[in-house]
């Protein structure tokens, strides 16, 4: 069975720092880009960022650019996102899916995890 897991969610403080990790079974991640959205309470899902399958390019929100990191360990079938400077509207669950490329479009992604809530509260 196809499938991504994402874990690594919590509360925090404004400030700190979370590593959210999407986990694959079923497949490799290799050949696929992996791209890591949020939605928050009663907004629409966004694209927070994505690292394509062949060079590791990675795309950023402006949201989050200079505060989030993507990175790939294709050893593990994991991509992880290092989030640092969380701030309270970075509250959200927080979802990985595959594509074969990085897109704007959700349409392109697939095999959805079933998200990990952030919560930034003082």
């Known amino acids: 069975q196809v499938q991504l897991v994402e874990s690594g969610g919590g509360l925090v403080q404004p400030g700190g720092s979370l590593r959210l990790s999407c986990a694959a079974s079923g497949f490799t991640l290799d050949y696929y880009a992996i791209g890591w959205f949020r939605q928050a309470p009663g907004k629409e899902r966004e694209g927070v960022s994505c690292i394509s399958s062949s060079d590791g390019s990675t795309y950023y929100a402006d949201s989050v650019k200079g505060r989030f990191t993507i990175s790939r360990d294709n050893a593990k079938n994991t991509v992880y996102l290092q989030m640092n400077s969380l701030k309270p509207e970075d509250t959200a669950v927080y979802y990985c899916?595959?594509?074969?490329?990085?897109?704007?479009?959700?349409?392109?992604?697939?095999?959805w995890g079933q998200g990990t809530q952030v919560t930034v509260s003082s």
């Open positions: 899916a595959a594509a074969y490329l990085c897109s704007d479009y959700e349409v392109d992604f697939g095999s």
